[in-house]
């Protein structure tokens, strides 16, 4: 890419995206200057399609990392990010009435690569790309890709190489580093194993820049990973990129990068401001008692398993205490419960005495009676 820009140009943006959410995740790429966010409130209506910004930094290097962040979702869909060609932030009015968002930037292939539609010959079209650098260098033409493919996907293909010959078991990682290091600067990888009876795997790399794809074409079969030979070539696909979130998920991933963006940052400084204010005394002293931490915690990790002998005989004095409170509060609602019951007994026993006394004196007084009848009787 071009250097010496400032001002990163990024398109597409959901109209739901907020400028203090574009503030903070670009922020770290580098220190902001400036930041414009268009359509502004005023200028908005309901049929925007999508918002667009201009973001100026500090230092140039970070619209080059900026770059980077082409085809990452936010929200629901995918922005672009390239430098932008004037390098400043033009009005809003200049940029609606340049076409807007619409045309804002798109990626588009060096002005020495030209696409042109191609009659096959039996009714049916193709896309031709011509590169003449290709040409000059020997190397094999761009593929022709059918005619409905869509402008911007064709600007990808024409990024992206087939990588095969690679050793069954290499990581993504390593071939992004190898090429980073050897061929251009890479912008995506997608590894393919093939079938299991190959003995080899293969992958897709996309470059960051369409020059790139010469000097890999000129090293297919000159350089080698883990002992194999790689064969390079033109792409027909592009590689597929990450699925579109729903709003609730990426709104909540934005939050939670912001959030524990913030914290890393915190911690950061405290832990800056710790080392400046420590003094060699203080680390020297401190060591002695880190070297005894490690000595301290398996004893407080196995407290339950190793319990002394003191330890021990208090524990089963207090239970032999438990017991014998227990057994006492037995002992007293038996008691109780006795008493209880004695008491019931004898006054069951009572009444029973009082019916026996009162039958009795009913059956005296009856019988005194019959006697003074019969004695009137018999005078």
Same mark, same amino acid.
Not at 335 to 347: E, M, N, T
């Given at each position: 890419p071009r250097m010496g820009f400032k001002v990163l140009q990024v398109s597409n943006i959901t109209p739901q995206a907020t400028r203090e959410q574009l503030h903070q995740?670009?922020? *770290?790429?580098?220190?902001?200057?400036?930041?414009?966010? *268009?359509?502004?409130? $005023?200028?908005?209506?309901?049929?925007?399609?999508?918002?667009?910004? *201009?973001?100026?930094?500090?230092?140039?290097?970070?619209?080059?990392?900026?770059?980077?962040?082409?085809?990452?979702?936010?929200i629901d869909r995918a922005v672009i990010c390239i430098p932008s060609m004037d390098d400043v932030i033009p009005t809003?009015?200049?940029?609606?009435?340049?076409?807007?968002?619409?045309?804002?930037?798109?990626?588009?292939?060096?002005?020495?690569?030209? $696409?042109k539609v191609h009659d096959v010959g039996d009714g049916s079209q193709v896309v031709l790309t011509v590169d003449p650098n290709l040409e000059q260098l020997g190397l094999p033409s761009y593929p022709p890709l059918p005619a409905n493919t869509d402008p911007a996907k064709i600007e990808e293909i024409r990024r992206t190489? *087939?990588?095969?010959?690679?050793?069954?078991?290499?990581?993504?990682? /390593?071939?992004?580093?190898?090429? $980073?290091?050897?061929?251009?600067?890479v912008m995506y990888v997608r590894m393919a194993e093939g079938p299991a009876g190959l003995p080899c795997a293969y992958c897709y790399v996309e470059f960051s820049s369409q020059s790139t794809v010469p000097v890999a074409l000129q090293n297919?079969?000159?350089? /080698?990973l883990g002992g194999n030979l790689l064969r390079m070539q033109h792409s027909r696909v592009?590689?597929?990129?990450?699925?579109?979130?729903?709003? %609730?998920? %990426?709104?909540?991933?934005?939050?939670?990068?912001?959030?524990?963006?913030g914290r890393v940052e915190r911690m950061g400084r405290r832990h800056s401001e710790k080392e400046r204010t420590r003094s060699p005394i203080r680390r020297r002293s401190r060591s002695p008692r880190r070297s005894r931490s490690p000595r301290r915690s398996p004893v407080r990790r196995s407290r339950s398993p190793r319990r002394s002998p003191s330890r021990r005989r208090e524990r089963s004095r207090e239970k032999e205490r438990d017991r014998k409170r227990s057994r006492s509060r037995d002992r007293k609602r038996s008691?109780?419960?006795?008493?209880?019951?004695?008491?019931?007994?004898?006054?069951r026993e009572r009444d029973r005495s009082r019916d026996r006394r009162d039958r009795d004196r009913d059956r005296k007084r009856s019988r005194s009676k019959d006697k003074k009848s019969e004695k009137k009787r018999s005078g």
């Open positions: 995740l670009f922020s *770290y790429l580098g220190r902001i200057r400036t930041i414009k966010v *268009y359509p502004t409130e $005023n200028n908005v209506i309901p049929s925007t399609p999508q918002k667009f910004a *201009y973001i100026e930094f500090e230092d140039e290097k970070s619209v080059e990392l900026g770059q980077h962040l082409t085809n990452m979702v936010l809003e009015d200049a940029c609606l009435a340049a076409g807007g968002p619409s045309i804002l930037g798109q990626r588009s292939l060096p002005s020495h690569v030209t $696409n190489i *087939y990588v095969g010959n690679i050793p069954k078991g290499t990581e993504g990682q /390593a071939i992004v580093d190898f090429f $980073n290091n050897n061929i251009g600067e297919s079969g000159m350089v /080698a592009a590689i597929i990129k990450p699925q579109q979130k729903t709003d %609730a998920q %990426a709104l909540e991933e934005i939050e939670i990068a912001i959030q524990s963006g008691k109780s419960r006795d008493r209880k019951r004695s008491r019931s007994r004898d006054r």
